[in-house]
């Protein structure tokens, strides 16, 4: 009878599961607006979350090595803010670095380039005289378009009438950017602050959260899920930092590579690379097109062993250091690194990248583990069945 219990709640439990799908895939759209809805409400709790987990890995890492030898009760006390403040400092340091190198030295090439473009168009003029000269079908063209007639009522009447109707959108477009900084701005504050709360009482929220979890999950559930989200941290952590690592070792590459061949811009360069370097593969990219335009501006043979130089060292990035240093550090396979990549990019974008790599390697090691204890209760099973097999065997030999 106990039996018959058991199946009529498993039967009723898939009814409902199958019920609650039905209902998900017929309200999608509805169910996607409220999720949309609820998120932007959360944002800048989401957002201060982020900032919290990153800044605690910096944090970590000044309580345990840099103060670690604080053990009297007014030092510990101490220890929590003195490390927040320096990991916010360490933080702001190498920001006011990146944009004090880099931002500077794009300016100074885009002023470059303005005082070059007119000498450019002196050298340019001859070449096209000489070029029409050659090719008369060019000038046959110009004096075809010379000859067409234009409605310039019909322009002018187009253009008032844009006027009339963009001063509108203009002034609707400038409130809307006008509110979007200022709700950017209310909901960067909120996120530091809310992140900040969370570092100074991170101990405490733990706690809550774990007791809240075992007041109102079975004990196996409450424990596979503490299990899962402290795999989550382990990987979000080991990530963000096997990143930042590659991320220096690649920019330091370039900084030491373009030392020695004399290239301009060396420290900026390798700068830029190992900031874009923290988007996974594709990001350094980005670096390489800004200062291949950058060094093109001095000279174009010199951009083109940069790029070759690039392409050197991309290969040995990607092949060496990135799958070793990213791939070690949370546990995943290279091939599985690139289409956790794909996959985020395609779906969210840079912050999909980011995020999907960790969130792999956490489905992989639970997928693994499953596998594998699947694979040693089948053995068990086949080992125990061979033993009963060789027990009869041995019943029917002595009869």
């Known amino acids: 009878m106990g039996f018959h219990k058991e199946k009529i709640k498993q039967i009723r439990n898939l009814m409902l599961l199958a019920?609650?799908?039905?209902?998900?895939?017929?309200?999608?759209?509805?169910?996607?607006?409220?999720?949309?809805?609820?998120?932007?409400?959360?944002?800048?709790?989401?957002?201060?979350?982020?900032?919290a987990f990153i800044l605690n890995i910096l944090m970590k890492s000044i309580e345990e090595k840099l103060l670690g030898r604080w053990k009297g009760k007014?030092?510990?006390?101490?220890?929590?803010?003195?490390?927040m403040v320096l990991s916010l400092v360490?933080?702001?340091?190498?920001?006011?670095?990146?944009?004090?190198?880099?931002?500077?030295?794009?300016?100074?090439?885009?002023?470059?380039?303005?005082?070059?473009?007119?000498?450019?168009?002196?050298?340019?003029?001859?070449?096209?005289?000489?070029?029409?000269?050659?090719?008369?079908?060019?000038?046959?063209?110009?004096?075809?378009?010379?000859?067409?007639?234009i409605n310039w009522d019909g322009i002018v009447k187009n253009i008032v009438s844009f006027l009339k109707n963009g001063a509108g959108n203009m002034l609707n477009s400038t409130f809307n950017v006008a509110g979007s900084i200022i709700s950017g701005v209310v909901n960067g504050v909120i996120a530091f602050v809310f992140s900040l709360?969370?570092?100074?009482?991170?101990?405490?929220?733990?706690?809550?959260?774990?007791?809240?979890?075992?007041?109102?999950?079975?004990?196996?559930?409450?424990?596979?899920?503490?299990?899962?989200?402290?795999?989550?941290?382990?990987?979000?952590?080991?990530?963000?930092?096997?990143?930042?690592?590659?991320?220096?070792?690649?920019?330091?590459?370039?900084?030491?590579?373009?030392?020695?061949?004399?290239?301009?811009?060396?420290?900026?360069?390798?700068?830029l690379i190992a900031v874009t370097a923290l988007i996974p593969i594709v990001g350094a990219f980005i670096g390489c097109a800004v200062g291949a335009f950058l060094i093109l501006m001095n000279n174009p043979l010199q951009a083109l062993w940069f790029v070759i130089l690039f392409l050197v060292l991309q290969q040995i990035e990607g092949n060496l250091i990135y799958p070793k240093v990213v791939g070690n550090s949370v546990g995943l396979p290279s091939i599985w690194v690139l289409m956790a990549v794909s996959i985020g990019?395609?779906?969210?974008?840079?912050?999909?990248?980011?995020?999907?790599?960790?969130?792999?390697?956490?489905?992989?090691?639970?997928?693994?583990?499953?596998?594998?204890?699947?694979?040693?209760?089948?053995?068990?099973?086949?080992?125990?069945?061979?033993?009963?097999?060789?027990?009869?065997?041995?019943?029917?030999?002595?009869?």
């Open 197 to 271: 709360y969370i570092l100074s009482q991170k101990e405490r929220l733990a706690n809550q959260g774990k007791r809240i979890i075992s007041a109102y999950l079975p004990e196996n559930i409450g424990e596979k899920l503490l299990e899962i989200c402290s795999l989550l941290y382990k990987n979000f952590s080991s990530f963000i930092t096997g990143q930042c690592l590659e991320a220096v070792i690649l920019g330091s590459m370039f900084v030491v590579s373009m030392s020695l061949a004399r290239m301009p811009y060396a420290l900026m360069v390798g700068v």
């Open 19 to 51: 019920a609650l799908l039905i209902l998900g895939i017929i309200y999608s759209g509805s169910i996607f607006l409220g999720v949309g809805f609820l998120v932007d409400i959360f944002r800048p709790f989401i957002y201060g979350g982020a900032v």
């Open 90 to 149: 360490a933080i702001v340091l190498v920001l006011a670095i990146v944009f004090g190198m880099v931002l500077p030295q794009i300016a100074l090439t885009v002023s470059e380039i303005g005082r070059k473009i007119p000498a450019f168009m002196e050298n340019m003029l001859p070449k096209i005289e000489q070029l029409a000269k050659d090719e008369p079908m060019i000038v046959d063209w110009l004096t075809q378009l010379e000859s067409m007639e």
């Open 345 to 399: 990019g395609s779906l969210f974008g840079v912050s999909g990248m980011l995020m999907f790599i960790p969130l792999m390697s956490t489905c992989y090691a639970l997928l693994r583990e499953s596998v594998n204890k699947r694979n040693a209760l089948r053995m068990e099973a086949q080992a125990q069945e061979k033993k009963k097999e060789k027990q009869v065997e041995k019943q029917a030999v002595k009869k």
């Open 74 to 83: 007014g030092a510990k006390k101490l220890k929590r803010p003195v490390s």
